[in-house]
Each structure stands twice: as structure tokens, then as C-alpha cells.
């Protein structure tokens, strides 16, 4: 599967931005999506996941209660809701599909496919 992934820019810090993720491929509907994050001389970190068939999420607690991803099948496309924004969001974004129906939904190697980041950059 190809991820392609928009909707990054600067925002100012309180705003929100929505990212996209379109897929490629019909199986789409099959894979747990996920976003991840990486700052400058930061490793990459678990943003969100949602399941396969979008009835379970899951985010790292830095922006619980903040972002909100989404999944419609239909259109092949995931999406990161992101409210409150705060300087500290400021990354770059990754979607990712795995094909993995269980284990740490957080854990960047159980993903094998990963978009072309789009830049975040949140002012204060």
C-alpha cells in the first residue's frame, strides 16, 4: 500500500490543523492506521491508531483529549484531527498502515508502510 499524506503548515499555537492520508489499493480497509511524529534531533513517537474497522483508537497521552483520528474506509483515507495545538506539536507527520490485527499499536516496527511526512509547525 502507498500513503500519501497533506494538511501540514504553520498554525498558530491554540489552533487547529487537519491532516490526510490517502491510500492506495484496495486493502486498505484491512490495515491498523497510525500517525507518528518526529522533531529535530528527536526520535520518531507515537501520535495515534485506529483499527482496522475504526471501533478502536488509541493516543499517546501528549495529545489525548487534543487530536482525534478518523478512518473512512470508503475513501481509503485516515485523518488526524488536531485541536489545542501547542508548540510542542511542532513535527513532522507520518501515517502509517501495518497489517498486525494485535500487539503495541505504538510500536513504529510493527508498521511497514509509511508515508512522505507532511511538516507541522505550530507558533507560539
Known amino acids: 500500500v502507498q500513503l500519501q499524506a497533506s494538511g501540514g503548515g504553520l498554525v498558530q499555537a491554540g489552533g487547529s490543523a487537519r491532516l490526510s492520508c490517502a491510500a492506495s489499493?484496495?486493502?486498505?480497509?484491512?490495515?491498523?492506521m497510525a500517525w507518528f511524529r518526529q522533531a529535530p534531533g528527536k526520535e520518531r513517537e507515537f501520535v495515534a491508531a485506529?483499527?482496522?474497522?475504526?471501533?478502536?483508537?488509541y493516543y499517546a497521552d501528549s495529545v489525548k483529549g487534543r487530536f482525534t483520528i478518523s478512518r473512512d474506509n470508503a475513501k481509503n483515507t485516515v485523518y488526524l484531527q488536531m485541536n489545542s495545538l501547542k508548540p510542542e506539536d511542532t513535527a513532522v507527520y507520518y501515517c502509517?498502515?501495518?497489517?498486525?490485527?494485535?500487539?503495541?499499536?505504538?510500536?513504529?516496527?510493527?508498521?511497514?508502510?509509511w508515508g512522505q511526512g507532511t511538516q507541522v509547525t505550530v507558533s507560539s
Open positions: 485506529i483499527s482496522w474497522s475504526g471501533g478502536s483508537t
Open positions: 489499493g484496495r486493502t486498505f480497509s484491512s490495515y491498523r
Open positions: 502509517a498502515a501495518s497489517s498486525y490485527r494485535t500487539g503495541d499499536y505504538s510500536y513504529k516496527n510493527q508498521y511497514a508502510y
